[in-house]
């Protein structure tokens, strides 16, 4: 995985700090990543697979965005959808930044 500093979800900053380990505690219970709301840093071990390690980057960015917007949703969904959109993003790489869709009306 590329190195990253931070993540940025709507107007928070979340620190990325990776941990080399394939687990790690947080409050009391063994994880693989989680997000400080209060910190403001995402944590992630780093002892894991390459596409789990994404998937568990996408599954504290779901929680980071479910925090400010309020969604409320479960657990199993934040795996999900975090799951989810790692499965577009890797099938898509044109996804992962803006289509230029402007040009594309304009020139037609
Ligand atoms: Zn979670």
Known sequence: MEAIQSIRVGPVDYEVVLE???EISHRGRSCTGYVSFDGLK???????PPARLFGIMWHEVVHAIDDLLHVGLEEK???Q???GIMMVLRDNPALRSMPEWEKEVSAG
């Open 81 to 83: 959808l975090g799951y």
């Open 77 to 79: 969904q934040v795996d």
């Open 42 to 48: 995402i944590v992630m071990a780093t002892k894991n």
């Open 20 to 22: 080399p380990l394939s």
